[in-house]
Nanobody
């Protein structure tokens, strides 16, 4: 089992920044991909950004140039630096980790951007 602990959400004004963190612990053998997804009220969960074991990144078009995903030195932590936040970025942000053949989700952290 892998446990994910997210932190860093909160309330920020439009144009501001937040940094989300997700730390994975437990029976970790081989993390393949780490990423962030978000779900706004009444909408489906959507991909925000992912990063592979090799460091390749992928971003949703809506966040390109504003958000940056990175991994910590220990490789079991993933960060999401969010700059130039917009009200439409308001959502619950979830960390997702693919470890070996299993997929794990964090509990979610609320990000609210006021206009």
């Amino acid at each position: 089992q892998v446990q994910l602990v997210e932190s860093g959400g909160g309330l920020v004004q439009a144009g501001g920044s937040l940094r989300l963190s997700c730390a994975a612990s437990g029976s970790i053998f081989s993390i393949v991909t780490m990423g962030w997804y978000r779900q706004a009220p009444g909408k489906q969960r959507e991909l925000v950004a992912t990063i592979t074991r090799g460091g390749s990144t992928n971003y949703a078009d809506s966040v390109k140039g504003r958000f940056t995903i990175s991994r910590g030195n220990a490789k079991n932590t993933v960060y999401l630096q969010m700059n130039s936040l917009k009200p439409e970025d308001t959502a619950v942000y979830y960390c997702k980790v693919i470890e070996s053949l299993q997929t794990y989700w964090g509990q979610g952290t609320q990000v609210t951007v006021s206009s």
